[in-house]
C-alpha cells in the first residue's frame, strides 16, 4: 500500500548526479565561467568542448541547483561526441550569483543563459537542455519563455509542481524539507541529504509526537520560509500555476522535445502531466515532435538505467544507453542527422516480464481496452488480506459493505518503517500489518499470461463518518507461491474527491462515488497462474503528512485534534464500486526477428 508514496517521498525531485562512466580525455574544460542575467547576476559555468575542434558547434547546458561539477561526466562524454556542454550552476547556488528561489527563477534566468550562448563564438546558435529531476523541470520552464535560440529540449523525470512536489494528491509530505536542505546554503549539502538514517528518525520523531506539519522544518532543525510558503497552498492554484505552462504558451511550443520517465520514477507524475498538456494544448505540427519514453526506471535510473530496481530484476533490454539516445536526439534536431532508431513511434514503453519494448502512436494507445472487475465480499471478510474481498468480472457485487476503522492516533507502523528493507517493490510488510484497518480483494488466478499497460482507474462508493481523511489504494500481482509487485497507487484527500482546485467537506454519513483517477503508469505482464490484488487502506506513514480527519487546516493540526474514522466500501448493484484494468495494445511496431 505504501510502496508509491514512499518512493514519492524517498525519491521526486532527488538529487540528479546519476553518474555516467568515466570521463573521456577527448575533452577540454573551462571552469569558472561567467554568464551575464538580465538583473544584472553573474551564473557560474563549467564548459566542456571537443579537443582539437575550433568550428562553431551546437551548445548543450544543464542549470542545476545541485553544482555544477555534479555532471562533470556528462560534459565530458557530450563534448568528447562533438558538442560543447555547459554544467551551469542556478542563481544562488555553487560559485553563481544571487538568491536561490526554489524553481520560481529558473525559467527567465535559462532563457539568458540561451540566449547568452547563442552568442558566443563557440556556438553555432543552436542550443539545447539537458537533465532530469529538477534540471528536466527547468526545461519546461525555459520553454514556456519561448527563448528564439532554444532548438530542443529532452526532459527527464520533470517533477511538476504542485502536482508531485512538494506534495502529491494535495498531500505534502517530509521528503520536502530533506529537499530543501539539500540545496540550502551555496554549497553541496549530500551527506546531509544522503543520511538515510537521519532523515528517518527524524520522520519519526515527528510523526510519534503528533506534531502539526508546519513544525517540521524547526523539526529537522532547518527553519525555512520556503516551506512555509509552500504549506501555505495546500490545493492546485494560481501559486502552483504559475510554474507551468499556460495553454497559450503549450500553443506557442514547436521545438523538438522528448520526454523520459519511469515506472517507478516518483516523478513520474509530472513528467506525464507535462507531456499530457502539451499534448492538449499544443498544435498538430509540435505535437508530432514530442516523443515519450516509458522505462522500468526509478528516479535515478530514469538518466543511468540499472536491471535491478525495487527488488525485481529486469532484462538486458532495459538498460538503454542514454547518453548515446540524446547524442543521437541532439543530432537529429541539430545537427540534421538520422532520427534515433530506438524511437520507432512517438511513445516507447517497457513491458515487465515479458522484457520488451513497445511502441504506441500516442500514450493513451498503449492500452488496447479496459477491462472491468467488481468488488465483492462475504460476511465483510475483505479485512483479511488472506481471505479478502474478490474482484470478479461476471457481475457487480453483492453483499453487505465492507469497513475498516483509521485512528489517526495509531503510530504503529513508524516500527517497520524505520526498519531497512531492501524489499522495495515486493515489500509485503504493510498487508501483513495491516490487522483489520484495510481492505484487500483479490482476482482469481489467471488462466493466461495478461499483458497489462497504461493507467489504472478504481469508482469506489464510500461513505465516511468524518469531514475528512486520505485514502491510499494500490495494485499489486500475487504470484502462486504469494510473493507480490507493486504495480500501481493512486491515493485521495477525500475533501478533494471532486476537485484538487475546491476543497469540498464530506457529508459525514452520505455515501458518494470516488473516482481514483491519478494512478501510475504501469506495462508488466501478469503471468498466468497470478492473481491482482486491490489494497485500499489510509494513508498513514511517517512520509506523509499527517491527516487528523476534521475537515480543518491540515498543516495546523496534530494529535490533540484527532478524529476516529470508519471508511465504508459499498458494492452492490446500486454502488457498484470496480477496477478497471488497462490491458496492453500490441506494439505499433513489429518485433524485430
Not at 8 to 19: K, N, S, T
Not at 218 to 246: C, M
Not at 264 to 292: N, T, V, W
Request: hydrophobic content about 40%; aromatic content about 12%.
Amino acid at each position: 500500500m505504501l510502496q508509491r508514496l514512499r518512493i514519492a517521498a524517498l525519491a521526486a525531485c532527488g538529487m540528479a548526479a546519476a553518474h555516467a562512466g568515466e570521463p573521456s580525455a577527448e575533452a577540454g574544460m573551462q571552469w569558472g565561467l561567467r554568464i551575464p542575467l538580465r538583473d544584472g547576476v553573474e551564473l557560474n559555468a563549467t564548459l566542456y568542448k571537443p579537443l582539437g575542434r575550433s568550428e562553431p558547434l551546437p551548445c548543450v547546458f544543464t542549470l542545476t541547483p545541485y553544482v555544477a561539477q555534479s555532471y562533470h561526466d556528462r560534459g565530458t562524454y557530450f563534448a568528447a561526441n562533438g558538442y560543447v556542454f555547459l554544467g551551469v550552476d542556478v542563481r544562488g547556488r555553487g560559485n553563481s550569483q544571487g538568491t536561490f528561489t526554489p524553481l520560481l527563477q529558473e525559467a527567465q534566468d535559462a532563457h539568458d543563459v540561451v540566449e547568452w550562448l547563442a552568442t558566443q563564438p563557440y556556438c553555432n546558435g543552436k542550443v539545447a537542455m539537458w537533465g532530469g529531476s529538477y534540471a528536466g523541470y527547468n526545461q519546461w520552464a525555459a520553454a514556456k519563455e519561448f527563448p528564439p535560440h532554444l532548438a530542443t529540449i529532452v526532459p527527464v523525470a520533470s517533477p511538476m509542481p504542485g502536482v508531485d512536489f512538494p506534495m502529491q494528491h494535495n498531500m505534502f509530505y517530509p521528503y520536502a524539507m530533506q529537499w530543501l536542505t539539500l540545496v540550502g546554503g551555496v554549497t553541496a549539502q549530500d551527506k546531509i541529504f544522503g543520511d538515510a538514517k537521519l532523515w528517518s528518525a527524524q520522520f519519526r520523531r515527528w510523526y510519534e509526537a503528533k506534531r502539526p506539519f508546519r513544525e517540521l522544518d524547526r523539526h529537522v532543525g532547518n527553519p525555512s520560509p520556503i516551506f512555509q510558503t509552500w504549506i501555505e497552498h495546500p490545493a492546485q492554484d494560481a501559486y502552483w500555476d504559475r510554474f507551468k505552462p499556460t495553454p497559450e504558451q503549450y500553443a506557442g511550443l514547436e521545438l523538438p522535445i522528448l520526454s523520459v520517465t519511469g515506472q517507478y520514477d516518483g516523478d513520474q507524475p509530472g513528467a506525464l502531466a507535462f507531456h499530457r498538456e502539451h499534448m492538449r494544448y499544443g498544435s498538430a505540427a509540435a505535437r508530432a515532435k514530442h516523443h515519450l519514453v516509458i522505462g522500468p526506471w526509478d528516479h535515478a535510473g530514469t538518466r543511468t538505467p540499472k536491471a535491478d530496481v525495487g527488488g525485481l530484476h529486469f532484462g538486458q533490454a532495459s538498460l538503454l544507453d542514454m547518453n548515446a539516445l540524446h547524442k543521437a536526439w541532439y543530432d537529429w534536431t541539430m545537427k540534421d542527422g538520422a532520427k534515433p532508431p530506438f524511437l520507432k513511434d512517438k511513445v516507447a514503453f517497457y513491458v515487465t516480464g515479458e522484457e520488451a519494448w513497445r511502441y504506441a502512436p500516442t500514450l493513451a494507445a498503449v492500452t488496447a481496452r479496459v477491462e472491468t472487475w467488481h468488488l465483492d465480499s462475504v460476511a465483510s471478510r475483505a479485512n483479511d488480506v488472506f481471505a479478502s474481498g474478490d474482484l470478479r468480472r461476471d457481475r457487480p457485487g453483492r453483499g453487505t459493505p465492507d469497513r475498516y476503522v483509521y485512528d489517526p492516533l495509531d503510530v504503529g507502523s513508524a516500527s517497520w518503517e524505520s526498519e531497512e528493507s531492501d524489499g522495495g517493490l515486493a515489500d509485503q510488510r504493510a498487508a501483513l500489518r495491516a490487522g483489520g484497518k484495510a481492505l484487500f480483494y483479490h482476482t482469481p488466478p489467471f488462466a493466461a499470461d495478461t499483458d497489462i499497460a497504461g493507467f489504472f482507474q478504481f469508482a469506489a462508493w464510500i461513505q465516511l463518518d468524518q469531514p475528512d481523511t486520505d485514502i491510499m489504494v494500490s495494485v499489486h500481482e500475487v504470484d502462486p507461491d504469494g510473493d507480490v509487485v507493486f504495480l500501481a497507487g493512486d491515493a485521495m484527500r477525500a475533501r478533494y474527491r471532486k476537485s484538487l482546485r475546491e476543497a469540498h467537506p464530506v457529508k459525514p454519513g452520505a455515501i458518494e462515488r470516488y473516482d481514483f483517477d491519478g494512478f501510475s503508469f504501469v506495462a508488466r505482464r501478469v503471468a498466468a497462474g497470478s492473481r491482482l490484488r486491490l489494497a485500499i487502506a489510509p494513508v498513514n506513514s511517517m512520509y506523509a503528512e499527517k491527516n487528523y480527519n476534521t475537515g480543518g487546516v491540515v498543516a495546523e493540526e496534530s494529535g490533540k485534534d484527532a478524529r476516529t474514522v470508519t471508511v465504508t466500501l459499498y458494492h452492490d448493484a446500486s454502488h457498484p464500486s470496480a477496477l478497471s484494468l488497462p490491458v496492453a495494445a500490441v506494439s505499433s511496431v513489429p518485433k524485430e526477428k
